[in-house]
């Protein structure tokens, strides 16, 4: 059976019908949603991460936090920007989250979407070398988070120290972690690359290439190409693939107040400019619980992909989230196909 898997920007921002004014609310009621998506039988907790703007920006102390709450729930994120991160300080982080979730962690990393800020990760203090574009960045300290995580040697030890000069592995480690790792790939040609370098696939509801297909075929297209270059590499386990799906079951009278108009205008995908190109943003599934389940059954990306994030309205609050992820995991899930390969 399929994966769902709640996935929460974080927005915050005081206003009119905002239950979430300030970050604190922010991350606690993101805490508390992963809670009462444990509650409801959901089977993860994920989280975007941004920069310079007023959503959830360091994952690994909520995601730590969530691990303690919650005892079966994967948790996870949606993705980190590799741009801005210390892949050594960034391997501590989430092994120390992995161990105290007892292995649940399922991180997903990438180059990123546009930020806010212009060259947001120099201000952080990471610079592209010469010659090296912002993706470039992104995988080379992917590389290195990689392999720390891996317990490859990344600092000489002090002989004066220790009496032997001999390369030291970061602590702590979690065993298994690197099999939990996920790129979040845009394109089709970055969903090959995801799969020789040997992670899990990650594609969200928009794809940063237009071709005419809808998204969900084209989505289809990017796993399966994924799922040759997999086989093609030789690995020697079974891969994950997600997506990413606004859903919106009309259940009551606030859920219909709130979304029941947008079920037409958000019934298709729509096209535009993203990051000096094309991009194809996917639709909504909005509607009874029935009508959703049979409109998602037919999506071959749906029945391509092992997990379903579903992309949460976060400042609605957590008991309005709570009830629209318990309908779609009572209502939507089981009526959802198998994984098609």
């Given at each position: ?238 891969p994950r693939v997600s997506i990413s799906r606004s859903i919106l079951p009309i259940i009551d009278d606030e859920t219909r107040h709130y979304f029941g108009l947008r079920a037409q205008a958000d ?7 993203l990051d000096g190109g094309l991009a194809r943003f996917g639709r909504s599934y909005i509607g009874e619980p029935d009508r959703i389940a049979e409109e998602l059954a037919a999506d071959a990306a ?40």
């Open positions: 059976m399929k994966r769902i898997g709640s996935l929460s920007f974080g927005h915050w921002a005081p206003g009119r019908g905002s239950l979430v004014a300030t970050a604190a609310d922010a991350l606690q009621q993101t805490l508390e949603l992963a809670v009462a998506a444990e509650e409801v039988g959901a089977d993860g907790a994920f989280v975007r991460v941004h920069h310079f703007a007023r959503q959830l920006a360091s994952p690994f102390p909520l995601l730590a936090a969530i691990g303690a709450r919650t005892s079966r729930i994967e948790i996870g994120t949606a993705v980190i920007d590799m741009r801005y991160e210390n892949p050594l300080y960034m391997a501590e982080d989430a092994a120390a989250a992995d161990l105290l979730s007892g292995g649940r962690l399922q991180l997903g990393i990438s180059r990123g979407s546009p930020e806010t800020a212009l060259r947001g990760s120099e201000s952080f203090g990471y610079v592209p070398d010469e010659g090296e574009t912002d993706a470039d960045l992104a995988r080379r300290h992917t590389e290195h988070f990689r392999a720390a995580i891996a317990g490859a040697g990344v600092a000489m030890s002090n002989p004066q120290m220790t009496g032997v000069s001999q390369p030291l592995a970061i602590e702590p480690r979690s065993p298994g972690l690197s099999d939990r790792i996920w790129w979040g790939a845009g394109t089709r040609a970055t969903a090959v690359w995801t799969a020789e370098q040997g992670m899990n696939l990650m594609s969200s509801t928009l794809l940063t290439e237009e071709t005419g297909a809808s998204l969900a075929d084209l989505q289809a297209e990017q796993i399966q190409m994924y799922r040759d270059a997999w086989a093609a590499a030789g690995h020697d386990r079974e019934a298709q995908d729509q096209v535009g400019h749906v029945q391509a992909a092992d997990t379903i994030l579903v992309t949460v309205p976060n400042q609605l609050g957590v008991d309005f989230n709570a009830r629209i992820l318990e309908s779609i995991v009572r209502d939507i899930k089981p009526h959802l196909p198998s994984v098609v390969e």
